[in-house]
C-alpha cells in the first residue's frame, strides 16, 4: 500500500515542514472525493471501508469516508464486487474514463 499512501500524501497541501516534522492539511470533502477517485483509479482490486479508513487515517473520518464511498456508489462510480470490496463500475462512462 505504499503506492496508495503516496498518493494520498501527495494530495495534501503542506502548509509547514522542516527536517524533523511536516504538517499537511487535512481535506476538504472535494479534495477527499478526489483523493478517494485517485486511489480507486490506481488499484484496480478495490478497497474495503475498513482499507480505505486505515488509509486515509487522520485525514478524515470513517463518516466522511463512508458518505464519499456511499455517494460514489449511488452515482454508480464505483460498485461492491463479489468479494466484498468497491471498484471503480467498468459500465459507468465517468468512471471508465479515470482508468484510461
Same mark, same amino acid.
Given at each position: 500500500?505504499?503506492? *496508495?499512501?503516496?498518493?494520498?500524501?501527495?494530495?495534501?497541501?503542506? &502548509?509547514? /515542514?522542516?527536517?524533523? @516534522?511536516?504538517?499537511? $492539511? +487535512?481535506?476538504?470533502?472535494?479534495?477527499?472525493?478526489?483523493?478517494?477517485? *485517485?486511489?480507486?483509479?490506481?488499484?484496480?482490486?478495490?478497497?474495503? &471501508?475498513? /482499507?480505505?479508513?486505515? @488509509?486515509?487515517?487522520? $485525514? +478524515?473520518?470513517?463518516?466522511?469516508?463512508?458518505?464519499?464511498?456511499?455517494?460514489?456508489?449511488?452515482?454508480?462510480?464505483?460498485?461492491?464486487?463479489?468479494?466484498?470490496?468497491?471498484?471503480?463500475?467498468?459500465?459507468?462512462?465517468?468512471?471508465?474514463?479515470?482508468?484510461?
Amino acid at each position: 500500500m505504499n503506492a *496508495e499512501k503516496e498518493i494520498v500524501e501527495n494530495s495534501l497541501d503542506v &502548509i509547514y /515542514e522542516d527536517k524533523d @516534522l511536516v504538517v499537511m $492539511l +487535512a481535506p476538504h470533502v472535494d479534495k477527499l472525493e478526489n483523493i478517494i477517485l *485517485e486511489l480507486f483509479k490506481n488499484n484496480r482490486k478495490g478497497f474495503t &471501508i475498513k /482499507e480505505l479508513h486505515e @488509509l486515509l487515517k487522520g $485525514l +478524515a473520518s470513517e463518516e466522511k469516508i463512508r458518505k464519499t464511498v456511499y455517494k460514489f456508489k449511488k452515482e454508480k462510480i464505483i460498485v461492491l464486487n463479489d468479494g466484498g470490496k468497491y471498484v471503480l463500475n467498468t459500465n459507468n462512462t465517468f468512471a471508465t474514463s479515470l482508468i484510461k
